[in-house]
């Protein structure tokens, strides 16, 4: 609720109070969405939550760590050891290797961690509610991605309803991405000052650094700095 105070003009002064919580995996597109939160909410009203969920490479971890310490956030890392357990994914299980292409495309890659982002927004609501924080931001998209059915905006959507309902909140999810190519994602980046962060972030499926340059993952974002005619500094 904005807080109004009173002062020797009429023109009130509104402080807006709205808190954001960041979703921050260390990768180039939550990096983005920290930075865009950082612009829309203020420095002083954006936190930054991680996930431990057994992931394979604990680089995405330190960069998470790094980016939200550059970035002046607090940031906070909560464990879900149940996706391990799952297995039968490449990103948590250490026997299945990465798919470079697939040979079927209309199938779902092998990195795929099924119900990860849904677990994982549901488990930053319920971090959130106690602190009255009214906004979770993803860096999710449906555009130029792998196909993953749980970056859909319906899913989003239905999901924040399903919040709504199952907190007696207002919670909003907001997913600044969701439309936006890796070009235009790299160009507002820029646009947020987030560049010189992206030195900190971590994309390789393969766990690398520097990166491969030949995985899935390395390949979309080498594609999109170069789209946007922007040079990675994760890599130069
Ligand atoms: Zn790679």
Known sequence: MP?????????PVTINS????????????STTCLFWAIREFGVDNVSALSFDYGQRHRIELDSAAKVAAFARVSHRCLPIDTFAALGG????????????????????????????????LTFAAAWAWPRKLDNLVTGVSQTDYSGYPDCRASTLQSLQETLRLGMESQIKIHAPLMHLS???????ARQLGAIEAMAFTHTCYNGE????????????????????????????
């Open 18 to 29: 709205e808190k954001a919580l960041v979703v921050l995996s260390g990768g180039q597109d």
């Open 209 to 236: 650094r520097p990166p491969c340059g030949e995985c899935p993952a390395c390949r979309l974002r080498a594609k999109g700095f170069a789209e946007a005619g922007i040079a990675d500094p994760l890599v130069t």
């Open 182 to 188: 890796k070009k235009e994602t790299v160009l507002l």
């Open 89 to 120: 994914d490449a990103l948590t299980d250490p026997a299945i290797e990465v798919a470079g292409d697939l040979d079927e495309p209309s199938a779902l890659p092998n990195t795929f961690v099924p119900g990860r982002n849904l677990i994982f």
């Open 3 to 11: 807080i109004s105070s009173s002062s020797d003009s009429d023109v």
